[in-house]
């Protein structure tokens, strides 16, 4: 139970009002997401803020996928409320809402020793890639391998690839995301194989989810979307197996910064004949 100044802290459901303090508090941490991407996020999942005397000074959120599996993140305690524990306790209460369901998070150094005392392991880093590429290279596709425009009949195909390759059902993610962005779909012998969706967030833009067979397939899709958008301000979160990093850093993306992905519970079951090459959010996964 909390005691002293940390009793004069209350938690409660978050709500669109809140957004403003959340993003001010994003902003304080150095973090790109506009306010629009804090509204996408609420809208598809829920979270908690942390208020003492009519200010919000935490955050956490969590985004259901299916009915065993869930992404937490929007961890945030503004810096001058540090030290009481309030990030544990939004991360507990959360929790306690997803019940026994496994939960994926991406923690920064920061984050990770708490996370670890609350039953989370690591299962690898992720990297974010940032800048403006000038001279993207036109990808070199195999023989009968092709790059399409997303058609509106896709939809159950993207369903399909997205659960193979994260081992959840992610179909209300993609449902929602879709409308808001541009998508294309790799196809070998006229087969969709893969999809990258290009959407604004934060700076710019950002390149994710990324579904595909290979790292070629991979670059076919990214490559698309780097090379239609020459100078163009864009973000790829891509796991340390996508092998994508020194290609990105070559076109003009270089790393800045590095997550820990970790898990609790068991980890979903995917189809190693295709994968995850670069994340929709760090917070979704």
């Known amino acids: ?32 997401h506009r306010i ?21 000074i935490g955050t ?16 945030i305690v503004s810096p001058a409320a540090q030290g009481m524990g309030l990030g544990r306790r939004l991360m507990e209460k959360v929790m306690a809402d997803l019940g026994d369901r496994t939960i994926l998070l991406n923690a920064t150094d920061e984050g990770a020793p708490l996370y670890r005392k609350l039953g ?12 403006a590429a000038f001279a993207v290279p036109v990808a070199k596709l195999i023989p009968d391998e092709r790059v399409r425009p997303l ?36 196809t070998r012998s006229n087969e969709p194989v893969g999809f990258a ?34 100078g163009i301000f864009c973000r790829l979160d891509v796991p340390e197996e996508s092998a994508l990093c020194s290609w990105l850093d070559e076109l003009g993306l270089p790393c800045v910064g590095r997550v820990m992905r970790m898990v609790r519970g068991p980890l979903p079951q995917t189809d190693p004949s295709i994968k995850i090459f670069s994340l929709t959010t760090q917070a979704l996964g």
């Open 151 to 186: 058609g509106a009949k896709d939809m159950p195909t993207l369903h399909a690839l997205a659960r193979r390759a994260s081992g959840m059902n992610r179909d209300a993610l993609l449902d929602a995301l879709v409308p808001g962005a541009q998508g294309v779909v790799l």
């Open 1 to 32: 139970m909390a005691t002293g100044i940390e009793a004069m802290v209350d938690l409660r459901a978050m709500t669109v009002d809140d957004l403003p303090a959340a993003h001010a508090l994003s902003s304080e941490q150095k973090w790109p």
């Open 197 to 230: 969706l290009f959407r604004r967030f934060g700076r710019g833009y950002v390149v994710g989810p990324t579904v595909a067979p290979d790292t070629g397939g991979a670059k076919a899709l990214i490559s698309h979307w780097l090379g239609s958008n020459n």
């Open 36 to 56: 629009e991407d804090w509204d996408m996020l609420l809208s598809l999942g829920f979270g908690y803020v942390a208020e003492r005397d009519g200010d919000v």
């Open 120 to 131: 989370f392991e690591s299962i690898g880093p992720v990297f974010q890639h940032q800048g």
């Open 60 to 75: 956490a959120m969590a985004w259901l996928y299916g009915t065993d599996a869930a992404t937490l993140g929007m961890v």
